[in-house]
């Protein structure tokens, strides 16, 4: 792994146990190759049918709250936790971390952080068309067709300024999300038999892809991410009685916390194992996928729990 300013090169043990490569282990390693063909347009998708959901606000509302939300997280994670995190995981020298502190102003080395200045702009970019082109005409395809037309022709803007150029080319994206929530809303919803079978027939089409390479990126796109959105239709038909619990709303609480604090443990967990030779046997292979899993994910919630609880802490204090 390398980008400007550090980078590490992982190297897997010459004794490395049989079960790193057993049908398991495998399609742990296979599973974001798959998902990695449309998670990043699909995550776009869902910011525009959640601002699609939401009140319409004047472009300096907006404004605002977006650099609260996504701006500001980006600066104060990136330097008080990624950064340092990675530094702890021997991604940068001590010289090489200094660099990257300041890159973080140009947008060099964000790493994971990428996503919030993009979506950042790609929210206001939307937002500024629909203000001059929805108002007058109200078709939401118009707004489509307007969003992929700056996506195919992005790159010819002659400067970029902190990831513009990055949130034009998910606009399309957007978009689309913004077009299926006002879809979903004057439509009646499929019963879960056509659900069902839905799910099947794209299934048959991804496994038929995995195998043979047919689709387009474009299709691979819409195939993975209806998928992901039938698979959570099912789900929220069938197993309702999560949303009940309080350990469903202590994710959902944190769950931009698990966002932020997630890629950055990666190179803690890759330093021990690597490091520590654990992959020599079975149970450290197995631990190494629970722990880049399962117990990421929980110390991303305990984490996001303890600046909840640091939050109120400082509210309090101010406020007194």
């Known amino acids: 792994m390398s980008t400007v300013y550090g980078g590490i090169s992982y190297a897997l043990p010459s004794k490395i146990s049989a079960a790193y490569f057993s049908g398991f282990s495998k399609f742990f390693r296979a599973l974001p ?7 990043m347009p699909l995550f776009f998708v869902l910011s525009g049918a959640v601002f699609a959901l939401k009140k319409e606000k004047d472009i300096d509302t907006l404004l605002k709250s977006k650099v609260k939300r996504l701006i500001i997280p980006y600066f ?18 001590k010289h090489q971390v200094i660099l990257a502190l300041r890159g973080i102003l140009y947008g060099i080395d964000s790493g994971h952080l ?6 950042f702009w790609c929210i206001i970019c939307f937002a500024l068309l629909k203000k001059t082109v929805y108002k007058k005409v109200k078709s939401p395809y118009l707004l489509l067709l307007l969003s992929g037309l700056v996506q195919l022709l992005y790159s010819y803007l002659p400067f970029d300024f902190f990831f513009l150029k990055q949130g034009l080319s998910f606009l399309f994206w957007f978009a689309l999300g ?21 799910f099947l027939v794209v299934s048959i089409i991804e496994i038929f892809d995995f195998k043979y390479h047919v689709l387009t990126p474009f299709f ?21 009685f999560f949303t009940q619990k309080k350990s469903w709303n202590l994710v959902v609480r944190n769950l931009f ?28 292979c197995y631990a190494y996928i629970f722990a880049r899993t399962i117990l990421i994910f929980i110390l991303c919630i305990f984490l996001g729990e303890c600046i909840h609880k640091m939050k109120g802490y400082i509210l309090q204090f101010l406020n007194q």
Not at 76 to 93: D, E, R, V
């Open 114 to 119: 990428w996503f919030l200045p993009t979506l």
């Open 220 to 240: 691979t796109i819409c195939c993975g991410s209806f998928l992901v959105y039938l698979f959570a239709d099912i789900c929220s038909r069938k197993l309702s």
């Open 178 to 198: 913004f077009v299926f929530e006002f879809e979903r809303k004057n439509h009646s919803s499929w019963n879960f038999r056509t659900t069902v079978f839905a």
């Open 33 to 39: 190759g798959w998902i990695y063909g449309f998670h």
């Open 76 to 93: 104060l994670y990136a330097w008080l936790f990624m950064i340092p995190l990675k530094y702890l995981g021997n991604f940068y020298t």
């Open 257 to 284: 916390y698990i966002y932020l604090l997630h890629d950055p443990l990666e190179y803690i967990v890759l330093r021990i194992f690597m490091n520590c030779q654990f992959l020599t046997t079975a149970i450290g």
